[in-house]
């Protein structure tokens, strides 16, 4: 939509309003309906900041928000959406249903809004597609793929087992990682407030004694002064930095690539993040080609769940392959992502005509796989953390105890 400034003439008296119309034509014959008075000139504006205004106002007051939607609950409400549909219920029942029985704001104010939707004769999918955010692209074209096939029940109910699937397994992650992430916590809390109250006390001390303070004690000191003086600095700097970092992740497609990239090399996170990414890909890959989905299409709906932007690059590879009239072998040999092995079972499958069963095979390896990194990330993180706090207590008993052995000796 497009603005429009009316400057117009009533009882000898000009007046201004602004239309947003798609068209100039329509701005005056809109103005001209509404009978204010007699048009002196009509030019397109910028959006006003009033408009602005208003749209960042309905959006901060509005249950829907711009990110991902509780999976736990969608998935509750795809899986009661499946069953009624299957029951032979007319869409619009079903998902009337579903606001009843939904209690999350965000979901129950989209499900509303896509209930209107179809109210008025639009296609289910393309109601999802206006929360492709919220929902996922993997959503819309599952629902989409549903439509066009007469399967939309099944297709719902797969979309629930995927994002089921994908849930537990972020979930597994972050019981995973609980336990060491909670140690690095209370450690670098513990380091804080020793550098904070306690370093200064000796430092004081030893000042006082006329000590010459040792290199490890020199060091204490020094990053003392560096969080007493520039501590709120340092942490206002991270935050821009994260923050900047962000938007530049986000906006350029060629940081993001390098950044994910790099991901994948770092210790245990490369590990845990190539694993979960070709564990969700070659999963959701499988059901779909199971289902009687092409698979064309079945590699792009397993492409758009994927969050590594460098994985996902390489896995356009394997649909590009396949658009080009190769096989599915010489695609993901082309990606360069899978192992020897898996290429062998695949090119096996492909050319006995036993693509499902090797597919549910693969499937089987990479959730094994997951589950092994997933069971050995503590014992993974605890030569780092034993060093990290080896660390911690050298440096704080060389800090401390030098300097006083050092005034031991002077004074004997």
């Known amino acids: 939509m497009k603005f429009f400034e009316i400057?117009?003439?009533?009882?000898?008296?000009?007046?201004?309003?602004?239309?947003?119309?798609?068209?100039?034509?329509?701005?005056?014959?809109?103005?001209?309906?509404?009978?204010?008075?007699?048009?002196?000139?009509?030019?397109?504006?910028?959006?006003?900041?009033?408009?602005?205004?208003?749209?960042?106002?309905?959006?901060?007051?509005?249950?829907?928000?711009?990110?991902?939607?509780?999976?736990?609950?969608?998935?509750?409400?795809?899986?009661?959406?499946?069953?009624?549909?299957?029951?032979?219920?007319?869409?619009?029942?079903?998902?009337?249903?579903?606001?009843?029985?939904?209690?999350?704001?965000?979901?129950?104010?989209?499900?509303?809004?896509?209930?209107?939707?179809?109210?008025?004769?639009?296609?289910?999918?393309?109601?999802?597609?206006?929360?492709?955010?919220?929902?996922?692209?993997?959503?819309?074209?599952?629902?989409?793929?549903?439509?066009?096939?007469?399967?939309?029940?099944?297709?719902?109910?797969?979309?629930?087992?995927?994002?089921?699937?994908?849930?537990?397994?972020?979930?597994?992650?972050?019981?995973?990682?609980?336990?060491?992430?909670?140690?690095?916590?209370?450690?670098?809390?513990?380091?804080?407030?020793?550098?904070?109250?306690?370093?200064?006390?000796?430092?004081?001390?030893?000042?006082?004694?006329?000590?010459?303070?040792?290199?490890?004690?020199?060091i204490l000191i020094w990053i003392e002064e560096a969080i007493s003086t520039y501590g709120i600095y340092i942490l206002l700097s991270a935050i821009i930095f994260v923050v900047v970092f962000n938007k530049i992740y986000n906006s350029s497609e060629s940081v993001a690539l390098k950044t994910d990239k790099y991901m994948l090399s770092i210790y245990i996170v490369g590990t845990v993040t190539k694993y979960a990414m070709l564990g969700r890909f070659i999963y959701i890959f499988n059901i779909l080609v199971k289902a009687g989905i092409p698979i064309i299409d079945s590699l792009r709906a397993a492409i758009d769940i994927v969050d590594n932007k460098y994985m996902k690059l390489q896995f356009e590879k394997i649909r590009n392959a396949i658009e080009d009239g190769k096989s599915l072998y010489t695609g993901f040999l082309e990606s360069d992502m899978f192992n020897s092995m898996i290429l062998q079972m695949l090119k096996a499958g492909e050319d006995s005509g036993g693509l499902n069963k090797m597919l549910d095979k693969i499937t089987i390896y990479y959730s094994k796989k997951y589950d092994d990194v997933i069971d050995n990330v503590s014992t993974m993180i605890e030569p780092v953390m034993i060093g990290a706090i080896a660390g911690f207590v050298l440096v704080l008993a060389l800090g401390i105890f030098l300097p006083m052995w050092s005034m031991a000796d002077s004074m004997m």
């Open 7 to 218: 400057f117009y003439r009533h009882s000898r008296k000009k007046s201004k309003i602004v239309l947003s119309t798609a068209t100039k034509l329509d701005a005056m014959k809109e103005f001209q309906n509404m009978q204010l008075g007699i048009i002196i000139s009509v030019k397109e504006i910028n959006e006003p900041f009033s408009v602005k205004f208003k749209k960042i106002q309905d959006s901060f007051n509005s249950p829907i928000k711009n990110k991902r939607v509780n999976t736990e609950n969608y998935v509750s409400a795809l899986n009661q959406l499946a069953i009624m549909l299957d029951a032979g219920m007319p869409i619009n029942i079903c998902l009337s249903e579903c606001v009843k029985s939904t209690e999350d704001a965000m979901l129950k104010a989209m499900l509303e809004n896509i209930y209107r939707d179809v109210e008025e004769g639009r296609g289910l999918s393309d109601s999802f597609r206006v929360y492709a955010r919220q929902l996922g692209n993997l959503s819309v074209s599952m629902i989409d793929l549903g439509e066009q096939t007469g399967t939309l029940a099944e297709s719902i109910a797969k979309l629930a087992d995927i994002l089921q699937n994908i849930h537990d397994n972020r979930v597994k992650l972050k019981k995973a990682t609980r336990y060491p992430v909670m140690t690095m916590t209370a450690m670098a809390i513990a380091f804080t407030v020793v550098i904070t109250f306690v370093v200064p006390q000796f430092a004081s001390i030893f000042n006082q004694m006329g000590a010459d303070l040792p290199l490890p004690t020199r």
